[in-house]
């Protein structure tokens, strides 16, 4: 039934009959202004305008406010735990929480750099051991564009795009979110986190069911590709 059900989110996204909408969209009855002057204590680990430096932690740019709403709820009730977030997430209400997430979602996100993999510095030929390198890069590029659009029948990996969108920009109104330029590194502790149990304790959650039929190379896979797209 669960697989039923996947499939034909992904039937609906494809037809166009899943409504997907821009993140940049803000949120109803936020304000950009009140938001962006209380999401200064945020910039230290998201940046000023959403785009983090650190690759483990999330860009909010562009974000769906709809989904930025529901986490910072999640930490605030405790259904999602962090250190961090958890005890900051104490200090807002409701009206600071659609101002923040109507700021951060009228930002830009920033393009990541190419992407690419280590080079053999120990390698005889260090032309040959670049080259490999950069092939090694665009295969796995094709490996996760395939897993995120069409996914794994196999080990019935549903495919990413069903609720993320063509292009990664989520679905606002379900409240998924938009994907497109996240850091690579943050994708891959998310996905793994997911498959483990750590994100969520919810057997019936969704990105759980769907990640614990994932190989660590397929999370790779599809985390760099995610983080090429615009």
């Known amino acids: 039934m669960k697989n039923n059900w996947l499939a034909f989110l992904l039937a609906l996204a494809v037809s166009g009959a899943l409504p997907i909408l821009h993140a940049e969209e803000a949120a109803a009855g936020g304000n950009n202004t ?3 002057d209380k999401a200064s204590s945020c910039a230290g680990c998201h940046g000023e305008d959403g785009n983090s430096m650190m690759p483990t932690f999330p860009k909010l740019a562009q974000q769906n406010s709809s ?17 961090v977030m958890s005890g900051m997430a104490m200090a807002v209400n409701d009206a600071d929480m659609e101002d923040i997430a109507a700021y951060y979602s009228s930002q830009a996100i920033s393009a990541n750099p190419e992407p690419t993999l280590p080079v053999d510095d120990d390698a005889a030929d260090g032309v040959a051991a670049e080259n490999e390198a950069k092939e090694a890069i665009q295969t796995l590029l094709s490996t996760g564009s395939n897993l995120y659009r069409n996914g794994n029948l196999t080990s019935q990996v549903s495919a990413c795009i069903a609720c993320h969108g063509p292009s990664g920009e989520g679905n606002k109104p379900a409240t998924f979110p938009a994907l497109r330029s996240q850091h690579t590194d943050y994708l891959i502790k998310t996905l793994t986190d997911f498959k483990s149990g750590t994100r969520s304790k919810n057997t019936d959650n969704m990105m759980y069911m769907i990640t614990k039929k994932m190989t660590d190379d397929e999370i790779k896979a599809v985390s760099y590709y995610i983080s090429t797209m615009k």
Do not use: T, V, W
Not at 71 to 80: D, H, N, P, T
């Open 34 to 36: 009140a938001g962006k």
């Open 67 to 83: 989904y930025l709403i529901k986490q910072l709820q999640a930490f605030k009730e405790g259904s999602r735990n962090d250190p």
